[in-house]
Antibody, heavy 120, light 105 residues
């Protein structure tokens, strides 16, 4: 059974760096074909893919945010991480992580999401 | 970026058939997926790779299409299907459509 859960700071100030953790079970990010993706959704708005990391360490970032995003993983502890630098109010959103198998490249299991507010 | 265009809203009566469309700005092969999101919940995968039903999803849901034009069909619609439906492509990175809000009359 695949489960994922996001955790983060809740609120942070503009210009700071947002650090998020995705803790998961039911799969390993060291197994061929496994991936974790990050997606965000401002309140009342649509979904935006941010970044993905694969079992082999390859990463893909949304080109519109590329220089601000860093995705990484800790295989031993079944965690994936996302850092977003220089945040501003436009980064206020619910952030999700999702299991991404290379066989389909869909997001077949999602975490419950973590709300992040950027405010001074 | 591959842009996905969906109509913003639809209203149908329970028991009817509804088709939700998604058009891609360029071909995405069969790498189109559909998600259902209810208020306050995370999205749920319904259809992957255009026409494959995700695990545990009722057979009332089906997907079709290839290239640039795709459709999610619900037949028959039930009251519990009130939600926003998003298409997503994974042929060229990943992008989502703006979502179609389905309301029941």
């Amino acid at each position: 059974q695949v489960t994922l859960k996001e955790s983060g700071p809740g609120i942070l100030q503009p210009s700071h760096t947002l650090s998020l953790t995705c803790s998961f079970s039911g799969f390993s990010l060291s197994t061929y074909g496994m991936g974790v993706s990050w997606i965000r959704q401002p309140s009342g708005k649509g979904l935006e893919w941010l970044a993905s990391i694969w079992w082999n360490g390859n990463t893909y970032n949304n080109p519109s945010l590329k220089s601000r995003l860093t995705v990484s993983k800790d295989t031993s502890n079944n965690q994936a991480f996302l850092k977003v630098t220089s945040v501003d109010t436009a980064d206020t959103a619910t952030y999700y992580c999702a299991h991404t198998p290379i066989t389909t490249t869909s997001f077949d299991y999602w975490g419950q999401g973590v709300m992040v507010t950027v405010s001074s | 970026d591959t842009v996905l265009t969906q109509s913003p809203a639809l209203a149908v009566s329970p028991g009817e058939r509804v088709s939700i469309s998604c058009r891609a700005s360029e071909g995405v092969n069969s790498y189109m997926h559909w998600y259902q999101q209810k208020p306050g919940q995370q999205p749920k995968l319904l259809i992957y790779k255009a026409s494959n039903l995700a695990s545990g999803v009722p057979a009332r849901f089906s997907g079709s299409g290839s290239g640039t034009d795709f459709t999610l069909t619900i037949d028959p619609v039930e009251a519990d299907d009130t939600a926003t439906y998003f298409c997503q492509q994974s042929w060229n990175d990943w992008t989502f459509g703006g979502g179609t809000k389905l309301e029941l009359k």
